[in-house]
């Protein structure tokens, strides 16, 4: 496997990454850190305080929070400056998106209107389009939203069945259909709204104004989380479009759809970072004070089993995000130096990287879950109860298994696109598959690994590569006809590569904090990583035979199990030691501190 830095998605899977070759979030610059306190400070004293009121929905309340964070510059961060925006990187737009994700309710709100409400016109706006509309959505002037899902089309994004029809003059086009699901849908004073033209096969997308004539909103939604954010049914009846207002070309509306989907994934892989560590502080405070049997609960072994686990999950999710976010601003910069408009350069970059996109958006959302269910657990009864900020973290997390494609329809993309370019010899993983098939008919009874911390590690990675390679091959030689069918074995894969990935990127990044900082700094993260990889081995090796179970005949199985338990094998580590090593540090500091 070459040693060389990735720069197509999905060649993690082939290629050798290197702890210099990746972005931490140790590394933040000094303007990066004052944007991030700036969305912190903003939420400490603008929105927490009034998180009651906003989950009651009060009227005016989440808009004018919204305008106030337009009015310090937090909506526009991603805006190019010559829109009156920041034009700040994607890994800093990443950050904003990251700490603002504590929000709750006002987080999605913020997110909408940030990424799906105003990317779009960002990216795909022409010239006349981004000087009027980008300023006033970047000030926060206008707010916006994003009308793609229908009543009989969600996953399913093509087949929604509202239409646009050119009117006889040629100067409008006369929309007609219906939206449901509209996050901001209630205020938003820009929709970006998807329709077939005519008998188009293919959507098409446009820009409409709140007040055009024909747009007509139902009474909000109400929801189990997240219930401050405005979601709404949105209907279009002979609603009058001026022609300039296509945004795009014609019959791009699907791809524009897809892309943004693509944003939206890695984005809410960033938006549960703050999240989870406001979880986590929660519980280790409460489990600082708590008492039961005369004894702090912070003092049980299961108590810091949880806490440890936790912040574990956590800490490696954040080391995804931030080394995706960096390869995507790295694909921006390559493809602006060869001449590509910016705006089109993000999606392309994004688009790149679809499958880490997916990767992050299923891990991020069910670590969040994780951390939050353990968050109530840890409160004990006192978590049940609508009076603590635990039980609304615990709410507000279910949607996001939700969001921006169902983690099913994520898993399909991460199995299915990795399948996919390894059949059309995108990437090289069928000539690696041939190395290793040879390699497994002379494996020993268990790897040897190097005494060295950071090349153990390295050679776990490496083994978790095999096995996930050697599924992939032995998926497409048996089932690659039915594909399309066999969603549970594009599952498999999907989970062989979310562990991966995420291992890795862990591994480097404690790496490179030893690095930077020196071993002392580094001992707990490696504790975390030994943990991680050990939990990690055994989702990859049952996520294998589980494959290989499907597809292999009976004479075959013997030696693929046998491989599967080679490659996904680690040495004995204990987990217990290291779990409470971690827990003991933050229920000393009393809060995440990591």
């Known amino acids: 496997m070459e040693n060389k830095k990735a720069l197509r998605g999905g060649e993690f899977l082939i290629k050798t990454t290197v702890a210099a070759d990746i972005f931490i979030p140790e590394e933040f610059d000094e303007e990066q850190k004052m944007i991030a306190q700036s969305c912190q ?77 105003t990317l779009p016109i960002v990216y795909y706006g022409n010239e006349e389009q981004k000087q009027k509309y980008l300023p006033k959505l970047g000030s926060g002037e206008w707010l916006g939203c994003y009308c793609l899902t229908e009543p009989n089309a969600g996953s399913d994004a093509n087949s929604g069945t509202t239409k646009a029809v050119l009117s006889a003059d040629g100067k409008n086009y006369i929309v007609n259909g219906q939206k449901m699901w509209i996050t901001n849908g209630g205020f938003a004073d820009i929709l970006t709204v998807f329709a077939k033209i005519d008998n188009d096969r293919a959507l098409s997308a446009f820009i409409i104004e709140r007040n055009f004539p024909g747009v007509k909103f139902n009474p909000e939604e109400k929801k189990m989380g997240i219930k401050g954010s405005s979601t709404v049914q949105i209907f279009f009846e002979d609603c009058i479009v001026p022609v300039e207002n296509l945004l795009g070309k014609r019959g791009e509306g699907f791809r524009i759809a897809l892309n943004i989907l693509n944003l939206g994934r890695i984005k809410l892989g960033a938006n549960v970072i703050n999240s989870s560590k406001r979880s986590i502080n929660l519980s280790v405070k409460y489990a600082n004070e708590r008492k039961q049997f005369k004894t702090l609960i912070s003092s049980f072994g299961a108590i810091k089993h949880k806490l440890a686990e936790q ?104 199995g299915g696109t990795m399948l996919g370019k390894a059949s059309k010899k995108e990437l090289e993983i069928l000539v690696e598959a ?55 074995v594009q599952f498999n894969i999907a989970d062989m590569l979310i562990q991966l990935y995420v291992a890795e990127s862990l591994a480097l990044r404690v790496e490179k904090i030893e690095t930077m900082f020196g071993e002392e700094k580094a001992s707990l ?5 030994e943990v991680f990889q050990y939990e990690a081995s055994h989702t990859i090796f049952k996520a294998g035979i589980d494959a290989v179970y499907t597809y292999a005949t009976e004479n075959e199985q013997d030696e693929l199990v046998k491989a599967l338990i080679y490659f996904t094998r680690t040495n004995p580590f204990n ?15 009393n809060r995440y501190c990591f």
């Open 41 to 117: 400070d903003f939420l400490d004293s603008e929105v927490l305080p009034a998180i009651k009121r906003v989950d009651a929905m009060e009227p005016g309340l989440m808009s004018s929070l919204l305008k106030k964070s337009g009015e310090l510059g937090l909506l526009a961060v991603s805006v190019p400056q010559e829109y009156e925006g920041f034009g700040q990187s994607f890994v800093t737009s990443m950050l904003a998106s990251d700490i603002m994700g504590a929000g709750g309710s006002y987080s999605v709100a913020y997110s909408a209107h940030t990424g799906i409400g």
């Open 311 to 414: 912040v574990i999950r956590a800490f490696a999710n954040e080391s995804a995000v931030y080394r995706a976010s960096q390869n995507v601003e790295d694909a921006i910069q390559q493809y602006v130096a060869e001449g590509i408009d910016k705006g089109q350069a993000n999606v392309e970059a994004q688009r790149k990287f679809a499958i880490e996109a997916a990767i992050l958006k299923v891990y991020g959302s069910e670590m969040l879950d994780f951390v939050v269910d353990e968050g109530v657990q840890i409160h004990g009864g006192m978590g049940y109860s609508a009076e603590t900020e635990i039980e609304t973290l615990y709410r507000d997390s279910r949607i996001n298994r939700i969001f921006e494609g169902t983690n099913e329809i994520n898993r399909s993309v991460t």
């Open 434 to 488: 041939e190395k290793i098939y040879e390699e497994i008919k002379t494996l020993g009874e268990k790897p040897k690994f190097s005494e060295n911390f950071y090349e153990r590690h390295q050679q776990y990675i490496a083994n978790f590569k095999k096995a996930t390679i050697l599924v992939i091959k032995g998926t497409l030689d048996k089932l690659s006809k039915e594909l399309n069918t066999e969603q549970e």
């Open 525 to 529: 993260y490696k504790e975390m990583l």
């Open 575 to 589: 987990c217990k030691n290291a779990r409470r090593k971690i827990a003991d540090k933050m229920i000393e500091e």
